[in-house]
Nanobody, 115 residues
Framework: QVQLVESGGGLVQAGGSLRLSCAAS????????MGWYRQAPGKQRQLVAT???????NYAASVKGRFTISRDNAKNTAYLQMNSLKPDDTAVYYC?????????WGQGTQVTVSS
Protein backbone atom coordinates (compact mmCIF):
# COMPACT_ATOMS: atom_id res chain seq x y z
CA GLN A 1 0.00 0.00 0.00
CA VAL A 2 1.03 3.57 -0.70
CA GLN A 3 -0.28 6.64 1.09
CA LEU A 4 -0.12 10.09 -0.49
CA VAL A 5 -0.59 13.41 1.28
CA GLU A 6 -0.80 16.64 -0.70
CA SER A 7 -0.18 20.16 0.56
CA GLY A 8 0.37 23.64 -0.79
CA GLY A 9 -2.94 24.56 -2.35
CA GLY A 10 -4.68 27.86 -1.76
CA LEU A 11 -6.01 31.06 -3.25
CA VAL A 12 -3.82 33.11 -5.56
CA GLN A 13 -4.34 35.94 -8.03
CA ALA A 14 -3.93 35.39 -11.74
CA GLY A 15 -0.26 35.54 -12.68
CA GLY A 16 0.83 34.26 -9.29
CA SER A 17 2.57 31.06 -8.26
CA LEU A 18 1.96 28.09 -6.00
CA ARG A 19 3.96 24.99 -5.17
CA LEU A 20 2.21 21.74 -4.41
CA SER A 21 3.87 18.90 -2.52
CA CYS A 22 2.96 15.21 -2.38
CA ALA A 23 4.57 13.09 0.31
CA ALA A 24 4.48 9.34 -0.23
CA SER A 25 4.72 6.71 2.49
CA UNK A 26 4.22 2.97 2.77
CA UNK A 27 5.47 0.68 0.00
CA UNK A 28 7.38 3.47 -1.72
CA UNK A 29 9.90 1.08 -3.24
CA UNK A 30 7.13 -0.13 -5.56
CA UNK A 31 6.33 3.31 -7.02
CA UNK A 32 7.10 3.83 -10.68
CA UNK A 33 5.73 7.12 -11.92
CA MET A 34 4.13 9.91 -9.90
CA GLY A 35 1.93 12.62 -11.23
CA TRP A 36 -0.55 15.39 -10.72
CA TYR A 37 -4.09 15.46 -12.00
CA ARG A 38 -6.81 18.06 -11.56
CA GLN A 39 -10.57 18.17 -11.56
CA ALA A 40 -12.58 21.33 -12.02
CA PRO A 41 -16.28 21.50 -11.04
CA GLY A 42 -18.43 19.66 -13.56
CA LYS A 43 -15.43 18.34 -15.48
CA GLN A 44 -13.55 15.07 -15.64
CA ARG A 45 -10.25 14.57 -13.90
CA GLN A 46 -7.41 15.34 -16.28
CA LEU A 47 -3.68 14.80 -16.34
CA VAL A 48 -1.48 17.78 -15.50
CA ALA A 49 2.01 16.29 -15.35
CA THR A 50 3.83 13.05 -14.64
CA UNK A 51 7.38 12.08 -13.76
CA UNK A 52 8.97 8.65 -13.84
CA UNK A 53 11.38 7.26 -11.28
CA UNK A 54 14.12 8.12 -13.76
CA UNK A 55 13.01 11.74 -14.04
CA UNK A 56 11.28 11.68 -17.42
CA UNK A 57 8.48 14.23 -17.44
CA ASN A 58 5.28 14.70 -19.38
CA TYR A 59 2.92 17.70 -19.34
CA ALA A 60 -0.53 18.58 -20.54
CA ALA A 61 -0.37 21.10 -23.36
CA SER A 62 -2.32 23.62 -21.28
CA VAL A 63 0.36 23.83 -18.58
CA LYS A 64 3.55 23.26 -20.56
CA GLY A 65 5.99 26.11 -19.99
CA ARG A 66 4.17 27.27 -16.84
CA PHE A 67 4.23 24.22 -14.55
CA THR A 68 7.21 22.11 -13.52
CA ILE A 69 6.99 18.68 -11.93
CA SER A 70 9.90 17.36 -9.91
CA ARG A 71 10.62 14.52 -7.56
CA ASP A 72 12.93 14.10 -4.58
CA ASN A 73 13.39 10.36 -4.25
CA ALA A 74 15.32 10.74 -0.99
CA LYS A 75 12.32 12.49 0.57
CA ASN A 76 9.73 10.38 -1.27
CA THR A 77 8.08 13.60 -2.34
CA ALA A 78 6.84 14.97 -5.65
CA TYR A 79 6.34 18.65 -6.33
CA LEU A 80 4.40 20.75 -8.78
CA GLN A 81 5.64 24.30 -9.25
CA MET A 82 2.88 26.34 -10.85
CA ASN A 83 3.73 29.75 -12.32
CA SER A 84 1.72 32.26 -14.33
CA LEU A 85 -1.47 30.82 -12.94
CA LYS A 86 -4.74 31.47 -14.76
CA PRO A 87 -8.36 31.30 -13.56
CA ASP A 88 -8.74 28.19 -15.77
CA ASP A 89 -6.23 26.44 -13.51
CA THR A 90 -8.77 26.50 -10.68
CA ALA A 91 -9.44 22.91 -9.62
CA VAL A 92 -8.81 20.27 -7.01
CA TYR A 93 -5.34 18.91 -7.64
CA TYR A 94 -4.69 15.24 -6.91
CA CYS A 95 -1.38 13.47 -6.51
CA UNK A 96 -1.05 10.06 -8.10
CA UNK A 97 1.45 7.27 -7.74
CA UNK A 98 1.42 4.07 -9.72
CA UNK A 99 2.99 0.68 -9.20
CA UNK A 100 2.94 -2.32 -11.47
CA UNK A 101 -0.44 -3.36 -10.18
CA UNK A 102 -2.25 -0.32 -8.83
CA UNK A 103 -2.88 3.42 -8.95
CA UNK A 104 -2.95 5.39 -5.70
CA TRP A 105 -4.49 8.82 -5.11
CA GLY A 106 -4.12 11.52 -2.50
CA GLN A 107 -7.07 13.33 -0.95
CA GLY A 108 -6.68 16.39 -3.17
CA THR A 109 -5.84 20.02 -2.52
CA GLN A 110 -7.85 23.00 -3.75
CA VAL A 111 -6.21 25.58 -5.99
CA THR A 112 -8.23 28.70 -6.71
CA VAL A 113 -6.99 31.40 -9.07
CA SER A 114 -8.84 34.70 -8.97
CA SER A 115 -8.98 37.06 -11.93
Amino acid sequence: QVQLVESGGGLVQAGGSLRLSCAASGSIFSINAMGWYRQAPGKQRQLVATITSGGITNYAASVKGRFTISRDNAKNTAYLQMNSLKPDDTAVYYCNANTVTKYYWGQGTQVTVSS
